[in-house]
């Protein structure tokens, strides 16, 4: 990937790459030991005085990961030089970790991107049972321009469960603050000790004691939704982890195993172009009565 950017000040040219161009001052020495530094089409140092209207030119390669790349079921929903966004299924697992190289999202979207000079960046996570669009960046400039962008709420999110219950209003807030349980549990609870999580909620559709919920988390804390729903008293169908004794027979009832729980859209500007994006998912949670708009709008 390049970036070009025409100097509308005199200044040198380190200025421009952590400025204009709001390069990290890890990359900005990767790009000088790879010498993918460009002004008029000369090879250039950080240090070089760049006049007024002379063109600079940056060169970002991804590094390859150190895990292995596998073909797998990848439903890719958009790609360009920048990013890839795709469909993840239930039971995949986003990323490796130490114990587990393999199997993973990363490992197929690694293999899908083999020999393009790319990097493996996830940018937004699920959990290995949540289903639904999930955004990687190709090198670690995307993937600093994008995960700020996630940090500042500049990245919407939109996700659709299917739960157990009729909530009560059918649409408004949960506010209520997470915390890890006691004990070295990796689950969460509801508490007063925790750090504060909102989740805008709405029934697109109910009957016979179950709601199909549209979810609009502001804040990005560890199982949010599954734990917001399970406050609200609407369990989400399948979730064994934080389910009650009801939704878990309900489910067993509907021939649910799986979570439904969709990662449904992402709503962003394009690190690059400032396009405004939509991504949406292909999949829906089961429910009996599905009315869902399927655009992400």
């Given at each position: 990937?390049?970036?070009?950017?025409?100097?509308?000040?005199?200044?040198?040219?380190?200025?421009?790459?952590?400025?204009?161009?709001?390069?990290?001052?890890?990359?900005?020495?990767?790009?000088?030991?790879?010498?993918?530094?460009?002004?008029?089409?000369?090879?250039?140092?950080?240090?070089?005085?760049?006049?007024?209207?002379?063109?600079?030119?940056?060169?970002?390669?991804?590094?390859?990961?150190?895990?292995?790349?596998?073909?797998?079921?990848?439903?890719?929903?958009?790609?360009?030089?920048?990013?890839?966004?795709?469909?993840?299924?239930?039971?995949?697992?986003?990323?490796?970790?130490?114990?587990?190289?393999?199997?993973?999202?990363?490992?197929?979207?690694?293999?899908?991107?083999?020999?393009?000079?790319?990097?493996?960046?996830?940018?937004?996570?699920?959990?290995?049972?949540?289903?639904?669009?999930?955004?990687?960046?190709?090198?670690?400039?995307?993937?600093a321009l994008l995960s700020r962008a996630l940090q500042e709420?500049?990245?919407?999110?939109?996700?659709?469960?299917?739960?157990?219950?009729?909530?009560?209003?059918?649409?408004?807030?949960?506010?209520?603050?997470?915390?890890?349980?006691?004990?070295?549990?990796?689950?969460?609870?509801?508490?007063?000790?925790?750090?504060?999580?909102?989740?805008?909620?709405?029934?697109?559709?109910?009957?016979?004691?179950?709601?199909?919920?549209?979810?609009?988390?502001?804040?990005?804390?560890?199982?949010?939704?599954?734990?917001?729903?399970?406050?609200?008293?609407?369990?989400?169908?399948?979730?064994?982890?934080?389910?009650?004794?009801?939704?878990?027979?309900?489910?067993?009832?509907?021939?649910?195993?799986?979570?439904?729980?969709?990662?449904?859209?992402?709503?962003?500007?394009?690190p690059l172009s400032g396009e405004r994006l939509t991504i949406?998912?292909?999949?829906?949670?089961?429910?009996?009565?599905?009315?869902?708009?399927?655009?992400?709008?």
């Amino acid at each position: 990937m390049e970036l070009v950017l025409t100097a509308a000040r005199e200044g040198r040219v380190l200025g421009f790459l952590r400025g204009e161009l709001a390069l990290s001052s890890t990359l900005v020495k990767r790009l000088k030991q790879q010498r993918a530094i460009f002004v008029d089409g000369q090879a250039a140092h950080t240090d070089c005085l760049v006049a007024r209207g002379a063109e600079i030119r940056v060169v970002v390669e991804g590094e390859p990961p150190s895990y292995p790349a596998e073909a797998g079921a990848l439903d890719v929903l958009w790609e360009d030089e920048a990013i890839l966004a795709v469909d993840k299924p239930a039971g995949v697992w986003v990323h490796p970790t130490p114990s587990r190289q393999t199997g993973t999202l990363a490992n197929w979207v690694a293999f899908h991107l083999r020999g393009a000079r790319c990097g493996v960046h996830v940018v937004t996570r699920l959990d290995r049972d949540t289903f639904g669009v999930v955004l990687f960046a190709k090198n670690a400039h995307i993937h600093a321009l994008l995960s700020r962008a996630l940090q500042e709420g500049r990245i919407e999110k939109r996700y659709l469960a299917s739960v157990c219950g009729i909530p009560a209003p059918l649409d408004g807030f949960v506010d209520m603050p997470i915390a890890r349980r006691p004990g070295g549990s990796l689950l969460r609870e509801v508490n007063a000790d925790g750090q504060r999580a909102l989740t805008g909620y709405r029934v697109i559709s109910d009957g016979d004691g179950l709601s199909l919920l549209e979810l609009r988390p502001e804040t990005g804390r560890t199982h949010q939704l599954r734990v917001h729903c399970q406050a609200l008293g609407c369990p989400i169908l399948g979730d064994r982890a934080y389910g009650t004794a009801a939704s878990l027979a309900r489910s067993e009832g509907l021939g649910i195993r799986t979570q439904q729980l969709c990662a449904k859209a992402l709503t962003f500007s394009h690190p690059l172009s400032g396009e405004r994006l939509t991504i949406s998912s292909r999949q829906n949670p089961t429910f009996p009565k599905l009315t869902v708009e399927t655009s992400g709008n």
